[in-house]
């Protein structure tokens, strides 16, 4: 059984910093894509970044590009979603994903992730 956990969500001032974190219960971490999504009130649910099995492989929405920092700790099976310069428009649910495959990473297509974690509430407020 694969399942994944979302840590880190909070209230945040604009400009400040959170770091999520993904726990994977599972023993194919390492074989996996890992991606990061995230649902505000109101709008569909959309991609914010990838990472591939090679570490280096990342993905971003251009959103987020230069703000936020996807990386990877397979010894302790664990993602992790750096996002610096907060703005109110981040706020919202944020969820990591796995496809659990070891295919390269190209684009993140929502569809190709099978395990979710729960998600963690993002508030980025004044």
């Known amino acids: 059984q694969v399942q994944l956990a979302e840590s880190g969500g909070g209230l945040v001032h604009p400009g400040g910093s959170l770091n999520l974190s993904c726990t994977y219960s599972g023993n194919i971490f390492s074989g996996s894509n890992v991606a990061w999504f995230r649902q505000a009130p109101g709008k569909e649910r959309e991609v914010v970044a990838g990472i591939g099995t090679t570490a280096g492989n990342k993905k971003y929405a251009t959103s987020v590009q230069g703000r936020f920092t996807v990386s990877r700790d397979n010894s302790n099976k664990t993602a992790y979603l750096q996002m610096n310069s907060l703005k109110p428009e981040d706020t919202a649910v944020y969820y990591c994903?796995?496809?659990?495959?070891?295919?390269?990473?190209?684009?993140?297509?929502?569809?190709?992730?099978?395990?979710w974690g729960q998600g963690t509430q993002v508030t980025v407020s004044s």
């Open positions: 994903a796995s496809d659990s495959t070891s295919t390269t990473l190209v684009r993140v297509v929502e569809s190709e992730y099978e395990y």
